[in-house]
């Protein structure tokens, strides 16, 4: 039995997605042990182009399960409506290849509407929201004022606690925000919409997961966002607000007694960032609008322009450390093909001295890029399949960021597909 963990050493947006879908077919199953759908990891097959959202990424490989942990925000509708997009497309989900824990908290409507009041509230001091209900919806997690998903299978019992819940938060609804409250009849019709749908995926997994260990199946634990956007760890206050770290992926999925084998981590050639916070490595103008173009750098959830920069040594070497990565996938190299010269951020200036050690939150924004230059290597690599027939720049580019991270780089995407990768 090996267990390995697919995480973002960044911001997210790394390639996730793209990187479960690629070694899923090593693994027996792949797990998404946190975060909800407000984030999309982008999967290029022989069935399509997905943006999965609450879907693990190794729903397209036959024989794999894919299951949905309890540290999952699990919005009934949203999901619903991918099963559906993913079905139409071929895709066989049924309860046998599609599991949903039944200790999952549910996110519910009223999640999303407390989102985008608060977003308004805050005005232009707004955290980035995508606006899908994470903040409030881990909030009332940890306030215990949620529903499992397996209360679902008793109605009765079911809306007497979503009802005792639903008058509380219609206090804040409508005290605070002036807004409408929500009925009991909006409650019961998104039930019978997306909810009871839903509940043949849903079960306990205990003993799906005494089964994995007994028959030594390998997992693969599927990671939302990254290190720097992690509750804990991350650029406080704009993060995500659950843990991005590998270190949770077993007790988000469920198995808390598990141990990870390996933790892949994965990073852009250079550096992406979707939502407000500090972002040392960031450009603008042209040079911006170049960069973003070439990877076609827009949010798969929100279709909004990332914010585009050079490679960040500082904050990577952060999240390969806090991600216990023992290899890195290094994604979109071949977006770099363009440049005469490939700019990299080595170090931060703050407070006129000159450190490769990430700052404390509170010190970002004082923060300025060192940036050095390596040459570019200036053809399509997009064909290339094998490290030592990359041009030599490219190669050199490569080991430059190994050593830098300290960290090796198993992987090297140049290209969306699948099939367009080189492994060390």
């Known amino acids: 039995?090996?267990?390995?963990?697919?995480?973002?050493?960044?911001?997210?947006?790394?390639?996730?997605?793209?990187?479960?879908?690629?070694?899923?077919?090593?693994?027996?199953?792949?797990?998404?042990?946190?975060?909800?759908?407000?984030?999309?990891?982008?999967?290029?097959?022989?069935?399509?182009?997905?943006?999965?959202?609450?879907?693990?990424?190794?729903?397209?490989?036959?024989?794999?399960?894919?299951?949905?942990?309890?540290?999952?925000?699990?919005?009934?509708?949203?999901?619903?409506?991918?099963?559906?997009?993913?079905?139409?497309?071929?895709?066989?989900?049924?309860?046998?290849?599609?599991?949903?824990?039944?200790?999952?908290?549910?996110?519910?409507?009223?999640?999303?509407?407390?989102?985008?009041?608060?977003?308004?509230?805050?005005?232009?001091?707004?955290?980035?929201?995508?606006?899908?209900?994470?903040?409030?919806?881990?909030?009332?997690?940890?306030?215990?004022?949620?529903?499992?998903?397996?209360?679902?299978?008793?109605?009765?019992?079911?809306?007497?606690?979503?009802?005792?819940?639903?008058?509380?938060?219609?206090?804040?609804?409508?005290?605070?925000?002036?807004?409408?409250?929500?009925?009991?009849?909006?409650?019961?019709?998104?039930?019978?919409?997306?909810?009871?749908?839903?509940?043949?995926?849903?079960?306990?997994?205990?003993?799906?997961?005494?089964?994995?260990?007994?028959?030594?199946?390998?997992?693969?634990?599927?990671?939302?966002?990254?290190?720097?956007?992690?509750?804990?760890?991350?650029?406080?206050?704009?993060?995500?607000?659950?843990?991005t770290i590998a270190a949770y992926a077993p007790i988000g999925a469920g198995a808390p007694y598990m141990k990870l084998d390996e933790v892949i981590g994965v990073v852009k050639a250079y550096s992406t960032c979707v939502g407000e916070g500090p972002f040392t490595s960031e450009w603008f103008g042209e040079e911006a609008d170049k960069l973003r173009e070439a990877g076609g750098e827009y949010g798969a959830k929100t279709g909004r322009p990332r914010r585009v920069g050079s490679f960040d040594v500082v904050a990577t070497r952060y999240g390969v450390k806090k991600q216990g990565a023992t290899a890195v996938a290094l994604t979109k190299l071949d977006v770099l093909s363009y440049m005469e010269q490939i700019p990299v951020c080595t170090k931060y200036l703050v407070k006129g001295s000159k450190t490769d050690k990430f700052p404390f939150p509170s010190l970002l924004d004082q923060a300025q890029p060192v940036t050095e230059y390596l040459p570019g290597w200036g053809c399509d690599i997009s064909g290339i399949r094998r490290f030592e027939d990359l041009p030599q720049a490219a190669q050199d580019y490569v080991l430059y960021i190994e050593k830098a991270i300290g960290c090796y780089i198993k992987y090297v995407s140049v290209g969306p597909e699948r099939e367009s990768i080189i492994i060390r």
């Open 1 to 243: 039995m090996s267990n390995c963990a697919i995480v973002g050493i960044n911001w997210g947006d790394e390639g996730k997605g793209r990187m479960v879908d690629l070694i899923s077919s090593d693994y027996d199953v792949v797990v998404r042990y946190q975060g909800g759908g407000n984030a999309g990891h982008t999967v290029i097959n022989e069935y399509g182009k997905f943006a999965l959202h609450l879907l693990p990424s190794g729903i397209f490989r036959e024989g794999v399960v894919s299951v949905i942990g309890n540290g999952v925000a699990v919005d009934p509708e949203s999901i619903m409506k991918e099963i559906e997009y993913v079905r139409s497309k071929g895709v066989k989900l049924t309860p046998d290849n599609l599991k949903i824990s039944s200790r999952a908290s549910l996110l519910l409507p009223w999640h999303k509407e407390l989102d985008c009041l608060e977003e308004q509230r805050l005005a232009d001091k707004k955290y980035g929201s995508t606006k899908q209900g994470i903040a409030p919806f881990y909030s009332d997690k940890y306030q215990k004022k949620t529903v499992l998903a397996g209360e679902l299978f008793d109605a009765k019992a079911f809306f007497e606690h979503l009802e005792g819940i639903m008058e509380w938060k219609n206090l804040t609804i409508e005290k605070v925000y002036g807004a409408e409250p929500t009925t009991l009849d909006q409650l019961k019709e998104w039930y019978d919409l997306y909810c009871i749908p839903l509940m043949p995926f849903i079960g306990d997994l205990d003993d799906f997961y005494d089964d994995c260990e007994k028959k030594e199946k390998n997992i693969l634990f599927e990671a939302q966002l990254g290190s720097l956007r992690d509750i804990d760890f991350g650029i406080h206050p704009y993060t995500t607000s659950s843990s």
